[in-house]
């Protein structure tokens, strides 16, 4: 819950107390609480998105009431937790079921979390993010994205979006770098992805070519049910690796 600058949380902050306006700086401040690496170049881009419409002062100054800012922190945690897409992020915000651009809606999660929205959000592909986006999302600079290229470790699709999937990586890659772990030290990290996904299809390929669409279907929901198999041997042999325990 994001603690507004009066002390309040939650709606019955500051809007709730004589409906203060908040300037961006101030906005900042909040947001960093539980975003410390949120700028005002991220809420501006935010803004250009259509994902917060602050009210404008006659000299042109942005002025955030305490909803905008719950909405942006909900725009944030939905990107860290969900690795979502703008796009996909302003549909949930702005539908009425879920409360409309007037309320401050959580959307509902299946019971799969974070790697459940990533799966969810690339079946209903194409959605796709630019370039530009795809960097604000993650908060790092063209540089750093172009030497993850560089490694493979993210790739655009041709017409030049990234999807769920790439939004993801961008992230974990950038997560692993806060500890020092640079694009060079996972190329095993990827070769080994390699190696799985080619387990995967091995296993697939000849339900692919088969002539019945069922089967072909089949095959998808194989290749996804053995890709999380996949994923969670890697972690429990990495933790036993470690002799690291979940609690």
Same mark, same amino acid.
């Given at each position: 819950?994001?603690?507004?600058?009066?002390?309040?949380?939650?709606?019955?902050?500051?809007?709730?107390?004589?409906?203060?306006?908040?300037?961006?700086?101030?906005?900042?401040?909040?947001?960093?609480?539980?975003?410390?690496?949120?700028?005002?170049?991220?809420?501006?881009?935010?803004?250009?998105?259509?994902?917060?419409?602050?009210?404008?002062?006659?000299?042109?100054?942005?002025?955030?009431?305490?909803?905008?800012?719950?909405?942006?922190?909900?725009?944030?945690?939905?990107?860290?937790?969900?690795?979502?897409?703008?796009?996909?992020?302003?549909?949930?915000?702005?539908?009425?079921?879920?409360?409309?651009?007037?309320?401050?809606?959580?959307?509902?999660?299946?019971?799969?979390?974070?790697?459940?929205?990533?799966?969810?959000?690339?079946?209903?592909?194409?959605?796709?993010?630019?370039?530009?986006?795809?960097?604000?999302?993650?908060?790092?600079?063209?540089?750093?994205?172009?030497?993850?290229?560089?490694?493979?470790?993210?790739?655009?699709?041709?017409?030049?979006?990234?999807?769920?999937?790439?939004?993801?990586?961008?992230?974990?890659?950038?997560?692993?770098?806060?500890?020092?772990?640079?694009?060079?030290?996972?190329?095993?990290?990827? #070769?080994? /992805?390699?190696?799985? $996904? *080619? +387990?995967?299809?091995?296993?697939? =390929?000849? &339900?692919? !070519?088969?002539?019945?669409?069922?089967?072909?279907?089949?095959?998808? #929901?194989? /290749?996804?049910?053995? $890709? *999380? +198999?996949?994923?969670?041997?890697? =972690?429990? &042999?990495? !933790?036993?690796?470690?002799?690291?325990?979940?609690?």
């Amino acid at each position: 819950m994001l603690r507004t600058p009066s002390g309040g949380t939650g709606s019955s902050g500051t809007a709730g107390a004589a409906g203060r306006l908040l300037s961006i700086g101030a906005v900042l401040n909040v947001l960093r609480e539980e975003f410390p690496e949120v700028t005002i170049s991220k809420i501006r881009f935010l803004e250009a998105e259509g994902l917060v419409e602050p009210q404008r002062t006659p000299s042109g100054y942005r002025k955030f009431s305490t909803a905008d800012v719950e909405r942006l922190g909900q725009v944030l945690r939905m990107q860290r937790d969900h690795y979502l897409p703008l796009k996909v992020i302003r549909e949930q915000l702005d539908d009425p079921a879920r409360g409309g651009r007037g309320g401050i809606p959580v959307p509902a999660q299946p019971g799969g979390g974070a790697d459940f929205a990533v799966e969810e959000a690339a079946d209903r592909a194409p959605v796709r993010i630019g370039r530009e986006e795809l960097l604000a999302v993650v908060g790092v600079a063209d540089t750093e994205l172009a030497e993850w290229e560089s490694y493979g470790l993210v790739a655009a699709h041709p017409d030049g979006g990234f999807d769920a999937d790439s939004v993801a990586v961008a992230r974990l890659v950038a997560d692993l770098g806060r500890f020092g772990l640079e694009p060079r030290h996972l190329r095993a990290v990827k #070769a080994a /992805a390699d190696r799985e $996904a *080619g +387990l995967v299809e091995q296993v697939v =390929a000849p &339900l692919r !070519r088969h002539r019945n669409p069922q089967t072909r279907a089949h095959a998808e #929901a194989t /290749a996804r049910e053995l $890709a *999380g +198999l996949s994923v969670r041997l890697h =972690a429990a &042999l990495v !933790r036993r690796a470690l002799h690291v325990r979940e609690r």
